[in-house]
């Protein structure tokens, strides 16, 4: 005898894997960590710094 599935809450769950599949992949490809963000940020800081030092008056 067959196993009886509500349709309803497979179709739900499909959903939902599918959803968080695109959200890992996001993730990956947009998201940064806040120490990355920091660093990038503090050498950007540090370039401008050194630029603005060479600027002639």
Same mark, same amino acid.
């Given at each position: 005898?067959? %196993?009886?599935?509500n349709?309803r809450?497979?179709?739900k769950? *499909?959903?939902? @894997?599918?959803?968080?599949?695109? =959200? &890992?992949?996001?993730?990956? *490809?947009? !998201?940064?960590? *806040? !120490? &990355?963000?920091? /660093? %990038?940020? =503090?050498? /950007? @800081?540090? %370039?401008?710094?050194? /630029? &603005? !030092?060479?600027?002639? %008056?």
């Amino acid at each position: 005898m067959a %196993e009886i599935i509500n349709l309803r809450a497979a179709r739900k769950a *499909k959903e939902k @894997a599918e959803t968080r599949a695109q =959200a &890992d992949a996001n993730a990956v *490809k947009f !998201g940064r960590r *806040k !120490g &990355d963000k920091a /660093l %990038e940020a =503090a050498r /950007l @800081a540090q %370039e401008k710094r050194a /630029l &603005d !030092g060479h600027e002639r %008056e």
